[in-house]
């Protein structure tokens, strides 16, 4: 009866067209650590994008400036499944994080220079 009236339950859940984040909240304990550990990959997805949101603070082009092409990127490559291909650009990920700090120590070095030297003409 009871695995009955879950079948029913799930069935009647996936009909009304909720989104994804809403259905994983409605299924049972064992099926929700099934979803979360479909991909080993998204804990290094989403800990790229926090470190890149927060590097973004300082971006010369303001800070939603760079949330919005941030967001963009990532949603554009949302549906990729294979852990190569994410691995692949988890990678790219890490270069932007390297790229993004040399231009704010780039940017901090010209600022304390333009303090203590002279210009030079």
């Known amino acids: 009866m009871q695995r009955r009236n879950l079948a029913f339950i799930l069935e009647s859940i996936h ?8 259905l994983v909240y409605c299924l049972p304990q064992d099926k929700k650590r099934d979803i979360k550990m479909s991909n080993p990959l998204r804990g290094e997805v989403i800990r790229l994008y926090k470190n890149l949101l927060y590097l973004g603070r300082e971006y010369p082009k303001g ?9 963009a990127a990532f949603m554009k490559n949302k549906d990729v499944t ?7 650009l988890i990678d790219r990920g890490e270069f932007v994080i390297k790229e993004l700090e040399a231009l704010y120590f780039l940017r901090k070095y010209r600022a304390m220079k333009k303090r203590y030297y002279e ?3």
């Open 82 to 88: 294979e852990p190569e291909k994410i691995q692949k």
């Open 15 to 22: 009909t009304m067209a909720l989104p994804p984040h809403v």
């Open 119 to 121: 210009p030079e003409h």
């Open 63 to 71: 800070t939603t400036y760079f949330r919005e092409r941030l967001k």
